[in-house]
């Protein structure tokens, strides 16, 4: 069985999703991650994983929450020792992969587009990677909020969004040059021909992602939009930076040490 597809040929979405159409995205996501991890393959996707933890600065201590952990790239960067991450995805297939690959961090079913699990004030720090935009605005703002509510005063969210206008050919033109400035052009021509088939399926992939984004389903954001929703939740934005070949947007934020006035 395939995902319904709206009159653009994306998946159809609803904004929350009704449980059934939540198993069919659940399945979407299910097969993607299946060879997401190719991406681990690039250097900008490398950079923009680390990003994350560059600017949370993980601590011994410290209670982080990775908000939309997919299969757990972001997680691994913050689970450094001593730090108690928690990640949460939707897609509970994907879990067991997080689980795997990040032992040391605890996994959660839950969904951005709901309440979250958590009470008020439960992390010191959030890290949410490449999740916003899969959501329309109200939805978004709404996940912004939850991500604010949970964290406690002075806590920081570090979070990815596709730009709008997202390329992904430039994203892997940029791939290429940086492997072939550090593996040669035989290097290279090699990782491309053993990575060919994956690469083709996440084109394929992001592809319908971009369907859906021009169909209403998806929001891509600029810098201002992605600062006017954190804002709009009530955090202190800090920065905006261009990541991913610069087809990515990455924020910092802080939640107010104390109410504002």
């Known amino acids: 069985m395939t995902e319904p597809l709206n009159r653009d040929g994306a998946v159809a979405i609803t904004t929350p999703p009704t449980e059934s159409k939540s198993r069919l995205l659940q399945r979407f996501w299910e097969r993607y991650f299946y060879f997401y991890d190719t991406l681990n393959e690039s250097p900008p996707y490398r950079r923009m994983v680390e ?50 690959k990040v032992p040391t961090a605890e996994f959660r079913v839950a969904d951005l587009t709901r309440t979250l699990p958590f009470p008020d004030a439960t992390f010191d720090k959030a890290a949410c990677s490449l999740v916003l935009h899969y959501l329309v605005p109200e939805r978004q703002r709404f996940a912004a909020t939850e991500l604010f509510r949970v964290l406690r005063p002075g806590g920081a969210l570090a979070i990815t969004v596709f730009a709008a206008g997202f390329n992904t050919w430039r994203v892997y033109a940029e791939t290429l040059r940086e492997r072939r400035r550090t593996d040669g052009i035989v290097g290279t021509a090699i990782a491309g021909v053993r990575y060919l088939i994956n690469t083709s399926r996440i084109f394929y992939y992001v592809w319908r992602i971009k369907r859906a984004e021009q169909s209403g389903d998806y929001r891509f954001a600029t810098a201002e939009e992605l600062s006017s929703i954190l804002a709009g939740a009530g955090f202190q934005v800090e920065s905006v930076e261009p990541t991913m070949a610069g087809q990515c947007w990455t924020a910092l934020a802080h939640k107010p040490a104390a109410p504002l006035r």
């Open 51 to 100: 990003r994350h933890a560059a600017l949370l600065q993980p601590a011994a201590g410290d209670t982080i929450l990775d908000a939309g952990s997919g299969t757990a790239n972001v997680t691994a960067v913050l689970a450094v020792p001593g730090a108690r991450v928690t990640g949460i995805d939707f897609c509970e297939p994907a879990l067991e992969r997080c689980r795997r």
